[in-house]
């Protein structure tokens, strides 16, 4: 009986082992899957935040947005700064030069003074920094899209006469990034493609 029992307590402990061989690779899959995930999560909220950052704190421009009527270019430069200082600070992974591309442009947006419905969205200027190569949205179509909408959310009224300002000005910032995640990198090796991300948004000054 002593020794059945030595023989099942091997095949036991044996069973285990082989379970355990087993498990280890799966269980250190979901870990990677699960560290990848995080990792894009965070990445995605601080790209996110140097973009709303950056447009946001325009008020600290220390020039005249508008000169005489005319939009200051100087403006997206300035930016621009803001955006990828914001990047640098918040302690991310070394993003490379060939990794990243920026895209801002400073809209005109026609509003119907009576009712606030949008009309055309044309482009005054913008401005490209980064290396990445990749194909910029077309910021006057993305704003455009706003057309459908009872009230554009660019109208502002005039206080004094009560009717919406016949004209906004748009800025409109678009971050892509190469994506660093593990399966990114994996698609790299097979297939020698870089998944990239991309981030929006825009103010209305």
Not at 35 to 53: E, G, P, V, W, Y
Not at 92 to 107: E, F, K, M, S, T
Request: hydrophobic share 45%; charged share 20%.
């Amino acid at each position: 009986m002593t020794i059945f029992r030595i023989r099942n307590y091997i095949r036991q402990r044996g069973n285990s082992i082989l379970e355990m061989i087993l498990f280890l690779p799966i269980a250190g899959l979901f870990a990677i899957i699960a560290f990848d995930i995080i990792m894009s999560m965070n990445d995605k909220a601080t790209l996110t935040d140097a973009l709303r950052s950056g447009l946001g704190d325009y008020k600290a421009f220390p020039e005249d947005i508008f000169i005489s009527n005319s939009f200051n270019e100087n403006f997206l430069n300035w930016s621009a700064e803001k955006i990828f200082s914001n990047i640098q600070n918040s302690k991310q992974r070394l993003v490379l030069d060939n990794a990243i591309q920026l895209n801002i442009y400073a809209l005109n947006v026609e509003i119907d003074k009576e009712s606030g419905k949008q009309g055309n969205a044309e482009i005054i200027t913008s401005r490209e920094f980064g290396a990445l190569q990749t194909t910029a949205l077309d910021a006057s179509t993305k704003i455009n899209s706003f057309k459908a909408n009872s009230i554009s959310p660019f109208a502002e009224k005039n206080k004094a006469s009560g009717k919406y300002k016949e004209n906004s000005t748009v800025i409109f910032a678009e971050l892509t990034m190469a994506s660093n995640s593990v399966s990114a990198q994996l698609r790299v090796l097979l297939t020698q493609e870089r998944p990239i991300q991309k981030y929006e948004h825009f103010i209305m000054l």
